[in-house]
């Protein structure tokens, strides 16, 4: 089998998986338990709050005086 019909090939399947891989997707989603995918995500939290940078504006000030300096 040579390189295109490889590429034919994956493409054919990951085509026919897309669908499947959608419905698994929220299927997931819909069943998910708020509570424990908080407790999941809690730590990545914790870290971000520990490791980043505590942020005195929203970035907007900023946005604005470059939109400014564009006109």
Sequence with gaps: MDERELRERWS???????PELEAIKW??????????????????FEYALRA??????????EMQALFAKLR
Excluded: H, Y
Excluded at 12 to 18: Q, Y
Excluded at 30 to 37: F, K, M, N, Q, S
């Design 12 to 18: 054919a399947t990951w085509a026919a998986a897309g």
């Design 27 to 44: 299927r997931e989603m819909v069943e998910a338990d708020p509570a424990e995918t908080l407790r999941l995500l809690a730590p990545a």
């Design 52 to 61: 980043l940078p505590v942020r005195t504006t929203s970035g907007m000030v």
